[in-house]
């Protein structure tokens, strides 16, 4: 059974750091394109990034460049993002989603994800 399971959300200062964890089971991440969203209350969802097999290097939102890391545990079939310099405006509830298509398509290509994880909150406060 496919399954995303995200962790590494809580409670963090302004300028402060955090590193969130995406577990993937019942497929090989590698395989497939990992992006990772997130969703405050009353706005859009935000994809920050996403990494496929098909993409040379990661791809992050504009805004995210210089803040924002991907990495990844192939061994432990886990994708990482890795965020800095968080401001209250980061407060959200952070997802990371996977598509079948990666292995065959950029992500810009990808406009729809397939599985998604439960999410993590992230809170951005004093």
């Known amino acids: 059974q496919v399954q995303l399971v995200e962790s590494g959300g809580g409670l963090v200062q302004p300028g402060g750091s955090l590193r969130l964890s995406c577990v993937a089971s019942?497929?090989?991440?590698?395989?497939?394109?990992i992006a990772w969203f997130r969703q405050a209350p009353g706005k859009a969802r935000e994809r920050i990034l996403c990494?496929?097999?098909?993409?040379?290097?990661?791809h992050y939102g504009d805004s995210w460049k210089g803040r924002a890391t991907a990495s990844r545990d192939s061994a432990e079939n886990t994708v990482y993002l890795q965020m800095n310099s968080l401001t209250s405006e980061d407060t959200a509830v952070y997802y990371c989603?996977?598509?079948?298509?990666?292995?065959?398509?950029?992500?810009?290509?990808?406009?729809?994800?397939?599985?998604w994880g439960q999410g993590t909150q992230v809170t951005v406060s004093s």
């Open positions: 019942g497929f090989s991440a590698d395989a497939y394109a």
């Open positions: 989603a996977a598509s079948r298509y990666g292995w065959v398509a950029t992500c810009d290509a990808i406009a729809e994800f397939d599985y």
């Open positions: 990494i496929s097999p098909n993409d040379k290097t990661p």
